[in-house]
């Protein structure tokens, strides 16, 4: 069994970690970059098949030289035993199609060959959600998306998935395919380590790669688009079809509510308080009398 | 959660450093240098030296805080076992038995599916679900048992050498009896760790229930005693409370621990030996578990898996692990006032000692020293009047003995309130487990459905 995650460094939109300009543009030089929150899914689905089915996982991703913490914290969640980062000029500012065709070109020319290529649902700056399902298409695999529980059949070659129907939480179908095959992992998915022996493997695998971590930069893979042999007319900007003509900032949602901020020393204002409370007081000493 | 001294006793055929080689540098605090017992009457303190009576049979004991020690131990198991294809797992609640036909062929648990095995250690501690789901221990006569609370007090490395007058490979023990406590029957102990102390009180849970006394208020008599002052000083910090229940293995220890594939080990068999005021449970749980170990692979070696059982049973006998736990002299003792010069000694020491006055006259004959440093009649000496080592009734009644309970305050597990509803007065007492400490109290003193957490969610210390 081999595996590969797919995953992207994205600016770390968490409060006090992000910055605007004055237009509400991002500040990318300001903003630190972080891996795509909703990866997490994709390496947790990743993770559970290793450690159900062993084998190995690598981890891989387009952008710039950069990535290093990105894929160390991919290494880190999913216990990768090796790491593939697609980087040069070239490929800068691709969109998602030409992201995908790199990608693609990337899985083909590993020397392992992987059984099962994992990617996120979304990510948090571009949303497309395209990436995944055109990378597949590229390599004319079945793609199973809004994947909520995954089990593999070896032997078979194959891997069945209950998947949520419009992302609908009540209605969740089974699907089966034979490998290889692309799987979306749906922000829905629970990892479960209900045997012991799985529980025992992830703490081995953790405490391997505690190590491994520390000199991720041992197990990583660089290719530009030479040894891809992609033709830069083909990605990049110029491969990228989509163009951008504006970014606007989305307007802050009105308030609903008004909110007074009252001193608790305030005599006034506290009794104020106490008299607008009043009503809820009634239901709460009901509540305790019985 | 414990106390704070594991001991390593010479006649024991095992002691946690001769199985985890390392034991002593890594996971303990300080040794026991000097070992003190004061009793406190009135503005008056007796203190007596009882170094000489901790020393019999002892080859160390060290003060453990059971965080630093059970991290480091954890490692240790999980390295050692997964050699052997195993390992420890955490976070993972142990619910039930697995039966088959009515056999016991494993365990059931709740983030796990069911594991199957040849011989079930339970290791569970004093509220072991394990040991009472099989019928061998039981949650139901409060003087079978103790409750444990205990502060951990901040205090610098250098302050304790200073004010104890000790240096970094030195430490003590004190242990605190008296009228302190307003009857409750019982005692406070003192120990010191490198950078901290371990501060707590040990009662009868009868006594406690009895005296409908608040156990946190008999915490803070201890703290804020003057006898105390000399080495706290004005302020001081609570790094974290906690509390436990302490079988009282003279009349909870099973003598035949084992059911089918389950072996009982530790506290989950009731084999918490007080002795006198030295409480000894840790070093007796290392012990049974060892020899449990011993028991299952003799018995799979001899092609008779399922005898480990009556094996592990016999070995505690034959070791004299059970005749520590329960003295059959205690029994006898117990039972026919045994006309002995021992006895007689205790009675004259302990017995006539119905109030402080007995105290010290028998201080004067010099009776208590001797008593204290007597293995022997330190055994008796919990059940005495003397008021060492002495502890909690119906739902209203676990409000007092609730560890983080109390009668005026709205903030603990149990809150006890008189609400008015049409005219009527209610008495109500709701019960919160967001504080718990997960002691197990309440279960035997109001019958409450105690239950541990699932695995990962319950109380964790952090000192331990
Ligand atoms: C309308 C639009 C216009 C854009 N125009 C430009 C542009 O002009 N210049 C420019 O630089 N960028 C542009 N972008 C951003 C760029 O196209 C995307 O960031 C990038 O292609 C990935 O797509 P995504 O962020 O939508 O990922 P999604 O398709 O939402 O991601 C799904 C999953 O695919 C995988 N994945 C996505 N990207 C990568 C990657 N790089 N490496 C590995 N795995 C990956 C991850 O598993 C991820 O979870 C544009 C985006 C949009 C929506
Ligand atoms: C205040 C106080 C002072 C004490 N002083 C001393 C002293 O000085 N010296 C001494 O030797 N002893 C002392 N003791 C007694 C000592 O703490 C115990 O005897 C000893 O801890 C027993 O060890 P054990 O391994 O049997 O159980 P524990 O140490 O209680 O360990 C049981 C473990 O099992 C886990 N567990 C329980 N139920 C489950 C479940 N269902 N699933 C999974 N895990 C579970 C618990 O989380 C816990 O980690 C004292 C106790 C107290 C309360
Ligand atoms: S609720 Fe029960 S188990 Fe919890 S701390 Fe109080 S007495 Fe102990």
């Keep these: ?290 | 959660m414990t106390g704070g001294l594991i001991y390593a006793e010479e006649s024991a055929p095992y002691t946690i450093d001769g199985i985890f080689p390392g034991f002593r540098e890594h996971a303990t605090e300080r040794p026991v240098t000097d070992y003190y017992i004061h009793n406190i009457a009135g503005e008056q303190v007796r203190t007596f030296d009882i170094t000489e009576g901790h020393e019999r049979d002892t080859e160390w004991a060290d003060a453990v805080l059971r965080r630093k020690m059970d991290s480091w131990m954890a490692e240790q198991v999980h390295e050692i076992t997964r050699e052997a294809g195993g390992g420890l797992l955490t976070e993972v609640k142990v619910n039930g038995l697995l039966r088959e036909d009515g056999e016991i062929i494993g365990v059931t648990c709740e983030e796990l599916d069911p594991i199957k095995a040849d011989f079930v250690v339970a290791a569970d501690g004093v509220n072991s679900e394990l040991a009472r789901e099989a019928g061998l221990m039981d949650w139901e006569e409060p003087e079978e048992w103790f409750q444990g609370v205990k502060a951990v007090v901040d205090m610098p490395g250098d302050a304790i050498n200073e004010r104890f007058g000790i240096t970094d490979e030195e430490g003590e023990a004190h242990l605190f009896s008296g009228d302190l406590y307003d009857g409750v029957r019982g005692g406070g102990f003192l120990y010191t760790n490198q950078d901290s102390l371990c501060i707590g009180n040990v009662f009868h849970l009868d006594s406690i229930v009895e005296e409908e006394a608040e156990v946190q208020d008999l915490l803070d008599a201890l703290l804020t005693h003057p006898v105390l002052a000399q080495w706290l000083g004005e302020e001081y910090d609570e790094r974290e409370y906690s509390a436990k229940l302490v079988p009282d293995s003279k009349k909870a220890a099973n003598p035949s621990p084992h059911q089918g594939r389950l072996a009982l080990v530790g506290d989950a068999g009731g084999q918490m030996q007080a002795q006198g005021p030295i409480i000894k449970g840790m070093n007796h749980a290392v012990t049974a578990g060892a020899l449990a170990a011993e028991a299952f692979v003799e018995a799979r070696s001899r092609g008779e898996p399922d005898s480990a059982g009556e094996r592990y049973e016999r070995r505690l006998h034959d070791e004299g692990v059970m005749d520590k736990l329960r003295p059959t002299r205690y029994e006898v003792a117990s039972a026919l006032s045994e006309n002995d010069t021992a006895t007689r000694l205790a009675e004259r020491a302990l017995d006539s000692s119905v109030g402080r006055l007995g105290v010290r006259m028998a201080d004067r004959a010099g009776l208590l020293e001797t008593a204290y440093s007597s293995p022997y009649l330190a055994t008796m000496m919990p059940d005495t009047k003397t008021p060492y080592v002495t502890l909690p009734t119906i739902i209203g009644e676990a409000v007092t003995a609730c560890p983080v309970s109390a009668e005026d305050f709205g903030g603990g597990c149990y809150r006890d309130e008189t609400v008015q509803s049409n005219g009527d007065e209610k008495r109500v007492v709701s019960l919160d487990t967001q504080p718990c400490v997960e002691c197990g109290t309440c279960a035997i003193v109001a019958d409450t459905q105690w239950e541990h957490p699932s695995g990962g969610k319950g109380v964790e210390f952090r000192e331990g």
């Design chain 1, 1 to 290: 069994m081999h595996s590969v995650v797919l995953t992207k460094g994205v600016p770390d939109f968490r409060e006090g970690q992000v910055a605007f300009d004055e237009d509400g543009h991002l500040e990318r030089g300001n903003t630190p970059t972080v891996m795509n929150p909703n990866d997490k899914h994709a390496l947790r689905t990743a993770l559970q098949t290793k450690v159900r089915h062993g084998g190995t996982l690598s981890v891989m991703s387009m952008g710039p030289p950069g990535y290093g913490d990105v894929l160390r914290e991919a290494m880190e969640t999913v216990y990768a035993d090796d790491l593939y980062l697609l980087s040069d000029r070239e490929l800068a500012a691709s969109d998602t199609w030409a992201t995908a065709i790199t990608l693609a070109t990337g899985l083909q020319k590993m020397e392992n060959q992987p059984d099962l290529v994992f990617a996120g649902f979304k990510t948090a700056d571009g949303e497309t959600g395209h990436t995944g399902p055109q990378a597949c298409w590229c390599l004319d695999w079945p793609i199973i998306t809004h994947v909520v529980a995954l089990d593999v059949d070896e032997d078979e070659g194959t891997v069945r998935a209950k998947r949520l129907v419009e992302g609908d939480i009540e209605e969740i179908e089974t699907v089966e395919a034979p490998t290889p095959a692309f799987i979306v992992a749906d922000p829905e998915f629970e990892p479960t380590y209900r045997k012991a022996a799985h529980r025992l493997t992830l703490k081995d695998l953790r405490a391997e790669t505690k190590e491994r971590a520390e000199n991720h930069e041992e197990h990583l893979t660089t290719w530009d688009h030479a040894d891809l042999n992609l033709d830069p007319d083909y990605i990049g900007l110029d491969g990228s079809p989509t163009i951008v003509s504006s970014v606007d900032p989305i307007p802050k949602a009105p308030a609903e509510r008004e909110a007074t901020v009252v001193d608790p020393d305030d005599g006034e204002g506290m009794g104020e308080v106490f008299e607008a409370m009043e009503p809820f007081a009634d239901g709460r000493s009901e509540a305790a009398g019985d």
